[in-house]
């Protein structure tokens, strides 16, 4: 392995199509603000380095990262990479990760409007994002212990393991499929419209009208508070273990529930059967 190490660099593909290379405690920041310093490059490892400009690492293959830090100006810093293992780093520019493959991200913060689009292979653990657009159209997807604060996150996903979560995001988990969720906390509205076979297991769930127009939807020992007009036109087999303010027109299948503040059927063929008690 070739080792950069100590340097400052602006240049415009500083080190483009480098292969075997080691960056440590290098800085890709000042006034000639060039973009793409590893682009088209091979087997890259990046310790305790600075990246204060834009897309660094496109078209990528086996990159590591540790330490380090993406600012908000580093912007769409890695697109189309692929093998990508990133841990106690900092990703705070737009558009982080997009149609990349096979990545392992862990103990590190994510701050990244549309972070993680149609990237396929993804594992995450220990880890904590802030993102409006988050996952959209991805695939493969393992979570545990992720905190997210986010706006329209999940949507369009496929093949997804989330374990031991929190999540505060509304409309999340949209034309979701293959979902499940085990032990965790989602706080937000409207979540997992139109979703295909996802499934809560021992998790909890908060927020107004949420799992509407599902298919294959099962919720296992799960709480729900502060829900409203839950499930409606959905076909769902849920076991809830809290009172739910109000359930609206399932279509199908059973709901077991300790109590609900009002049953609203007012359509033909919401046939869904409420077991409540």
């Not at 100590?6 to 290379?21: F, H, K, P």
């Not at 086996?62 to 189309?80: N, Q």
């Not at 294959?216 to 303010?245: H, Q, W, Y």
């Amino acid at each position: 392995m070739n080792l950069i190490e100590n340097m400052t660099m602006d240049g415009e593909r500083a080190l483009y199509g480098s292969s075997d290379i080691t960056v440590r405690n290098c800085r890709f920041d000042g006034p000639a603000d060039g973009e793409s310093a590893l682009k088209e490059s091979s087997n890259v490892t990046v310790e305790d380095s600075y990246f204060n400009l834009r897309y660094p690492f496109w078209h990528v293959h086996s990159l590591k990262i540790s330490s380090s830090e993406m600012t908000d100006k580093c912007r769409a810093a890695m697109w189309y990479s692929d093998n990508i293992d990133i841990t106690g780093s900092k990703l705070h520019g737009i558009k982080a990760l997009r149609e990349c493959f096979d990545v392992n991200i862990s103990s590190s913060s994510i701050i990244s409007p549309e972070f993680g689009w149609s990237v396929k292979g993804l594992k995450m653990t220990d880890t904590s994002a802030e993102s409006e657009y988050f996952l959209m159209r991805s695939s493969d997807i393992v979570f545990d212990n992720v905190e997210l604060k986010g706006k329209y996150s999940f949507q369009y996903v496929e093949n997804v393991e989330i374990n031991n979560c929190r999540f505060d995001t509304k409309d999340a988990f949209w034309h979701a499929k293959n979902v499940t969720v085990k032990d965790s906390v989602i706080n937000g509205e409207y979540l997992a419209w139109y979703s295909e076979n996802v499934t809560f297991i021992n998790c909890t769930i908060r927020g107004t009208q949420p799992l509407c127009y599902c298919k294959g939807l099962k919720l296992i020992n799960c709480r729900m508070e502060e829900c409203d007009l839950a499930f409606e036109r959905s076909d769902v087999e849920a076991e809830i273990t809290t009172p739910v303010i109000s359930i609206k027109n399932p279509l199908s299948g059973h709901i077991s529930v300790p109590a609900v503040g009002e049953i609203i059927r007012d359509i033909p063929g919401a046939d869904g059967e409420i077991i409540t008690g």
